[in-house]
């Protein structure tokens, strides 16, 4: 068996601690598992949330509760609101998030969205 195999569990997030890190304004807050090569997490950014950075990793972003805006390097923008999703491979597209009302994410990112060269 690989050391990056993942048993059968069930996650209570109400078990996990939350974890604030300070955006440029408002505040997010972590909950996080982390196994070999996979991280998951719940993030919920607070009203008025803007990322103090822009960031280059890929993520499986899932909108649980309320919405926000991605916005991308390039000036673009993508509103996503609850249950809608957003996809990006590591060092594809640099994004940052904002939330004017805040909102609950399911962010899953690891080894697995590393940019393949061809």
Same mark, same amino acid.
């Given at each position: 068996?690989?050391?990056?195999?993942?048993?059968?569990?069930?996650?209570?997030?109400? &078990?996990?601690?939350?974890?604030?890190?300070?955006?440029? $304004?408002? $505040?997010?807050?972590?909950? $996080?598992?982390?196994?070999?090569?996979?991280?998951?997490?719940? %993030?919920? @950014?607070? +009203?008025? @949330?803007?990322?103090?950075?822009?960031?280059?990793?890929?993520?499986? %972003?899932?909108?649980?509760?309320?919405?926000?805006?991605?916005?991308?390097?390039?000036?673009?923008?993508? +509103?996503?609101?609850?249950?809608?999703? @957003? %996809? %990006?491979?590591?060092?594809?597209?640099?994004?940052? &998030?904002?939330?004017?009302?805040?909102?609950?994410?399911?962010?899953?990112?690891?080894?697995?969205l590393?940019?393949?060269a @061809?």
């Amino acid at each position: 068996m690989s050391h990056k195999n993942i048993p059968f569990q069930t996650i209570d997030w109400t &078990s996990i601690p939350k974890v604030e890190h300070k955006g440029e $304004t408002g $505040t997010s807050y972590w909950q $996080t598992l982390q196994f070999e090569g996979l991280r998951i997490r719940i %993030v919920e @950014y607070s +009203k008025d @949330y803007l990322a103090d950075h822009w960031c280059e990793k890929g993520h499986i %972003v899932h909108c649980l509760e309320g919405e926000f805006v991605s916005e991308l390097k390039d000036g673009s923008s993508h +509103k996503l609101t609850k249950g809608m999703t @957003y %996809v %990006v491979t590591d060092e594809l597209s640099s994004h940052r &998030s904002a939330s004017e009302n805040g909102v609950k994410l399911l962010i899953i990112d690891g080894d697995f969205l590393r940019q393949i060269a @061809y």
